[in-house]
Nanobody
Framework: QVQLVESGGGLVQPGGSLRLSCAAS????????MGWYRQAPGKQRELVAL??????DYADSVKGRFTISRDNAKYTVDLQMNSLKPEDTAVYYC?????????WGQGTQVTVSS
């Protein structure tokens, strides 16, 4: 089993920045992918950024504004979010894949509003 603990969400004004952090613990050996998804009210959960096999994918809507960083030694993954927009408001979930099995964090709320 893998446990994921997220931190860093909150309320920010449009144009502001936030940094989300996620730490994996438990059976961390064999973790391949690490990243972030988000889910806005009334919408499906969507990929934000994912690091897997040395390749990083970003949603088109966040390219150039968000940056994912991963520490394989510490089993952490961060998401630096800049130039935030109201449409970035959502619950953000840390996501990890270990031995082909997906794990999810509890989610952290990000609200972008003036």
């Amino acid at each position: 089993q893998v446990q994921l603990v997220e931190s860093g969400g909150g309320l920010v004004q449009p144009g502001g920045s936030l940094r989300l952090s996620c730490a994996a613990s438990g059976s961390t050996g064999g973790i391949s992918a690490m990243g972030w998804y988000r889910q806005a009210p009334g919408k499906q959960r969507e990929l934000v950024a994912l690091s897997s096999g040395g390749i990083i994918d970003y949603a088109d809507s966040v390219k150039g504004r968000f940056t994912i960083s991963r520490d394989n030694a510490k089993y952490t993954v961060d998401l630096q979010m800049n130039s935030l927009k109201p449409e970035d408001t959502a619950v953000y979930y840390c996501h990890v894949v270990r031995l082909l099995r997906p794990y999810w964090g509890q989610g952290t709320q990000v609200t972008v509003s003036s």
